[in-house]
């Protein structure tokens, strides 16, 4: 008997089990195969746009998918950095030999897991409650929680060309059976598509007709427990071109996604190549990256040609692209199409509002993205957790999470497309910084257990050097002779009397680097050692302004967010509100008003007619 | 009890003219607010509960009109807040006035329903009340945007979605920007951005100052009064007016050139339409040219067709149905007017009238109240104008925030927090929450996914 059963030991179920077992719960973490724990099933890249943001606030709750990433990493880079500090976005590019090998090292020295190889064709329940799982060898495994992290797997069908194959994963088997379980249960199912583009030989690349993309000068880990890492390799971009159009288009009526073969829907900001083609037709050229895959392999990843083309189509468009006119393909490009369930049927924890104690997370839950799996398998795991130990639940807010944002997103709105999280989803963006993530996120992490001492004190010692100097340079002033020779070179008014550092900092072209060097020597050391709390502090000076508005909508909408629905509260009684709202609200059962405003239908006069319902 | 600060105001009697009316202030700040624009024997934060006071409404120191000022403290008051009630003469001017400047001061537009709700959060109101309370929610909200929609007709509606096209336009630049740097678009710099907007704004400000111009000529109710030539139109409208007394508020068509009036029968106003004649129903097929009658009969609730029975009762029917045809939106009544002139034995089905003799003018009139109570109009109407007024210009406000970032080279996630502050008051105007896929108009446009 295991408290807590994890299915899956992708992004999400590594998370899972890891918060779990660090909560002190007995977790069983069954996979088909244990090598492939922690695969990169696509590209071998971790962060990104809003993604960075993810990773950073896992590791913020204390996740372990920023260390796994930092041990792996190859090439680091700062996404957006002339866009403004809120979309600022760590990215790494990741040995993929190496990133699973991590983290089995991190399940495998972890106490309280168990590593099951077996596969799950079932879930057993019981009075509306989880009791375990069934697997193909006809054996069970009883667990108090179980948190399905099935990934592609479920019923997943690869395809290349006219040719589909049964799979989660090249070479792996899907999981058939636990779908029709569920189903059976009342749980709806919709059918998912995602594609992955060829994996080609390093050395049958001419580099010299590509341009090489090199990481930043100073690469930054993602973990605040990485003292320091190097980029190692560079990825080289090249590009399609017309006559790599003409062949692909060739190839169109052999593909599964125009003969109408794959039903389910793909991402639209990730498209395929031959997507790309046929919808944006007046390009006649398209980036292609070539990233590496690892330091020991030969595999490189084709980034910007995702394709479920033949294969006789996906050499003959690579060999037409320059830099690859010998390319080598080790593994051509396939889509795969899989089972999820729509998240609407999920409460904010991640656990099924049907069935107690089951929790979903990952890609089941209709999202993409190995940022996005393992953030809900972190929250996915402390809930299990939590109710393992009757204690309670654990979920965020809009606005101090983008892992809130993304699961606000998922119970709410009806995806009909794999999720992606992105910066413009938030509407608190600008408070939801990375340098912003261990003030908003640790406190949670460190109650729940999942933050070690050592890793405590460090961002203890942070946050406490950010207050000094936060309330240091609020009295420190300056002298017009001390920095007067610094604004002139940045083209700022020179001062005609003293004033504090705060006060200068907020002038747009100033930083607070530049005056803590010119004013003193004794912030030199802090300078170097916290470049990025003294950035932090800067950004908060710069848009003290926004910042106070986007509070003060917050406390606008606070007691709307507070204010919560009773379970199963007939809203048909309600005779008030719009057809439509009472529609959705019947079939989502939002927890509060808050998330009521939020549901697509749902209008603000319904909510007004809601609240007085709520007293 | 709770005393939200935010303080709120409306007017409480019914919009139109009448020789009194009531604003109504609630909130934390309505006596503050009031002291502000109120000169009286006594500081209205001073006084104490269930007094009146005597003074003057001033604005920016003109004096706008010798008010009364009734105080009630919390918690005895209609809303269970400080509530301060400004009897001030009736009248759309005088009263448009002096909410404008309880805005100016703080105050905020009563949203539908919004005292009774604050009466209900602070156990004013039983329980059993409730149901009637999300009823006039649901009710008021329905009559707003109906009249949001009547107002939105005549090229407003155009108008507006062309406001919200630029500005998703906008908007999905900069999230492209944004969210999408990595790739292989094209983004557009600075000086593009910045004249789109500029050119939003304006646009914006062109179209507030409209609303406020028009905003008298269309609220309440309206009734178009279309028919042929000599079919007796003006004389009806000039029977229906002298029979009312009340003729108020007569607003010159100096700029349109047809006679509007505002009547009041049995405390609704309802407002006239005297529209040029039509030839013959052919014109109706040229109606597209015709734009202004067109545009009359486009904004009326109500189309009252005139019938000159002396030519017969079915004179104009072919015209009555046609214009059934073309705004199946309003309703029609139809009037056989000169009915003086007519000897016919059997009496038809339809309304009957003479203006001249004023024999039947009382069923017309009954008629039409009978249609406005049907609609629905409630006190509000004139205010949710002037609220759309002052959410135009907040929006614009918000675009020359975001114009004045770009000038001092704000980055682009401070410049977006403006715009999305127009994504939510643009929805505030049509009266529902507007959630525009802004990922949409990126996917739809850019070729993302390098």
Not at chain 1, 594 to 606: C, E, F, K, T, W
Not at chain 2, 377 to 386: H, K, R, S, Y
Request: with cysteine; hydrophobic share 35%; net charge negative.
């Amino acid at each position: 008997m295991y408290d807590v059963l994890v299915i899956g030991g992708g992004h999400a179920g590594i998370e899972a089990s890891m918060a779990s077992a660090r909560m002190g719960m007995r977790v069983g973490l069954l996979t088909m195969d244990p090598s492939t724990i922690g695969r990169l099933s696509c590209n071998p890249s971790i962060g990104g746009s809003a993604k960075g943001h993810l990773a950073k606030e896992i590791d913020a709750l204390g996740g372990v998918m920023g260390r796994i990433a930092d041990a792996s990493g190859i090439q680091y880079k700062m996404l957006n950095t002339s866009k403004g500090p809120a979309v600022w976005s760590p990215r790494s590019q990741n040995d993929k030999d190496l990133y699973p090998l991590f983290a089995q090292h991190f399940i495998t020295t972890q106490p309280n897991i168990t590593v099951i190889r077996e596969q799950a064709t079932g879930v057993i329940i019981s009075h509306d409650c989880v009791k375990g799982i069934q697997t193909s060898s006809n054996t069970e495994i009883l667990a108090r929680a179980v948190v399905l992290c099935g990934g592609t797997f479920l019923n997943g069908v690869m395809w290349t060309g006219e040719t589909a194959t049964r799979g989660g994963r090249v070479g792996e088997a899907a999981a058939n059976g636990i779908s029709d379980v569920l189903r059976s249960y009342g749980l709806e199912t919709g059918r998912l598509k995602t594609g992955t583009p060829p994996r080609i030989h390093r050395a049958s690349v001419d580099y010299t007709k590509t341009q090489p993309h090199n990481g930043d000068e100073r690469p930054v880990p993602f973990s605040i427990t990485t003292p320091y890492v190097r980029n190692q390799l560079a990825c080289f971009a090249t590009s399609t071109s017309a006559e790599t159009h003409d062949i692909l288009r060739d190839g169109f009526s052999r593909s599964p996604m125009f003969t109408g073969r794959i039903q389910g829907a793909g991402p639209r900001y990730c498209p395929s190549i031959e997507d790309k083609i046929d919808r944006f037709a007046e390009r006649d050229s398209h980036v292609v990256v070539l990233e590496p895959e690892g330091l020991s392999t030969d595999t490189v990843y084709v980034n910007g040609f995702s394709t479920s083309l033949p294969f006789d189509i996906q050499d003959a468009g690579l060999r037409s692209i320059p830099g690859l006119s010998k390319a080598e393909v080790l593994r051509y490009g396939y889509a795969v199409e899989y089972d999820f369930f729509y998240p609407y049927q999920l409460k904010h924890t991640l656990e099924t509002k049907a069935v107690k104690n089951l929790f979903f997370a990952g890609q089941i839950n209709g999202t993409s993205g190995y940022e996005e799996a393992a953030s809900q398998g972190l929250v996915a795991g402390i809930n299990a957790s939590l109710a393992v130990r009757e204690e309670g639940t654990f979920t965020l807010q809009r606005s101090e999470s983008y892992i809130g944002v993304m699961i606000d997103d998922l119970v709410n709105k009806n995806t009909d497309e794999p999720y992606r999280i992105f910066t413009s989803l938030a509407e608190y963006r600008l408070l939801l910084r990375i340098d912003t993530v261990y003030t908003r996120l640790s406190g949670y992490g460190r109650a729940f257990g999942l933050i070690d001492n050592e890793t405590w004190r460090v961002i203890e010692r942070k946050e406490n050097v950010k207050r000094t100097l936060s309330s240091d340079i609020t009295s420190l002033k300056i002298t017009p002779q001390a920095i007067n020779e610094y604004l002139v070179s940045l083209g700022e008014e020179p001062l005609t009397e003293s004033t504090t550092v705060t006060n200068l900092t907020r002038r747009p072209k100033v930083k607070l680097e530049g005056v803590l060097r010119y004013a003193t020597e004794i912030f030199t050391t802090v300078c170097e050692e916290h470049e990025d709390v003294v950035h932090a502090i800067e950004t908060e000076l710069k848009y003290e302004g926004y910042i106070t508005k986007l509070h003060r909508d917050i406390e606008r909408f606070k007691d709307q967010e507070q204010m919560s629905i009773p379970v199963g509260f007939e809203y048909n009684r309600v005779k008030s509100l719009s057809t439509e709202g009472r529609q959705k609200l019947q079939k989502i059962q939002p927890a509060s008003l808050g998330q009521a405003s939020r549901i697509p239908g749902v209008s603000a006069s319904d909510v007004s007619i809601l609240a007085l319902y709520m007293r | 009890m709770s005393t939200s600060a935010d303080t709120i105001c409306a007017l409480a009697t019914p919009p139109g003219v009448a020789g009194l009316a009531v604003i109504r202030l609630s909130g934390g700040r309505a006596f503050e607010i009031c002291d502000h624009v109120f000169e009286g024997s006594q500081k209205v934060c001073a006084a104490h509960s269930h007094k009146i006071l005597y003074g003057w409404f001033t604005c920016r120191g003109v004096r706008i009109d010798s008010v009364t000022v009734s105080v009630y403290r919390a918690p005895s008051s209609y809303t269970g807040e400080d509530v301060a009630e400004i009897g001030c003469h009736g009248g759309v001017f005088v009263t448009e006035q002096i909410i404008d400047a309880l805005v100016e001061q703080g105050a905020r537009y009563a949203t539908p329903g919004e005292f009774t709700k604050r009466a209900f959060l602070n156990h004013k109101l039983d329980l059993t009340q409730v149901e009637a309370v999300a009823d006039i929610i649901h009710a008021e909200t329905r009559v707003g945007a109906q009249t949001a929609a009547r107002q939105l007709s005549g090229g407003f509606t155009t108008k507006m979605s062309a406001v919200r096209e630029q500005l998703l336009q906008i908007i999905g630049l900069l999230e492209l920007e944004l969210d999408f740097s990595e790739e292989d678009v094209e983004f557009v710099d600075r000086t593009g951005l910045r004249s789109l907007v500029q050119s939003l704004c304006d646009d914006v400000d062109r179209l507030a100052a409209h609303v406020k111009q028009d905003q008298v000529l269309r609220s309440g109710y309206h009734v178009a009064v279309v028919g042929f030539p000599n079919a007796g139109k003006s004389s009806l409208f000039n029977a229906l007016l002298d029979r009312s007394r009340a003729i108020v508020s007569a607003v010159a068509g100096t700029t349109r050139d047809y006679l509007h009036e505002t009547i009041i029968i049995d405390g609704y106003s309802i407002h006239l339409v005297d529209t040029a004649g039509l030839r013959d129903s052919n014109d109706l097929i040229e109606l597209e040219g015709i734009s202004l009658t067109a545009s009359v009969m486009q904004e009326s609730n109500l189309i009252l067709v005139v019938n000159d029975a002396s030519l017969g009762r079915d004179h104009s029917k072919s015209l009555f149905n046609q214009l059934l045809a073309v705004y199946p939106e309003s309703k029609h009544i139809y009037v056989d007017n000169k009915i003086d002139l007519v000897h016919d034995v059997e009496p038809g089905d339809s309304l009957e009238c003479s203006a001249n003799t004023g024999a039947g003018i009382d069923d017309v009139k009954r008629a039409l109240v009978d249609l406005v109570r049907e609609h629905g109009v409630a006190p509000g109407d004139v205010l949710l104008n002037a609220r759309q007024a002052m959410l135009l210009q907040n929006i614009a406000n918000s675009l020359r925030s975001c114009l004045a970032g770009m000038d001092s080279q704000l980055s682009s996630d401070l410049l977006a927090v403006d715009l999305r502050t127009c994504i939510r008051l643009l929805g505030e105007i049509s009266g529902e929450t507007w959630n525009p896929d802004v990922l949409e108009t990126v996917f739809s446009r850019f070729c993302i996914g390098k």
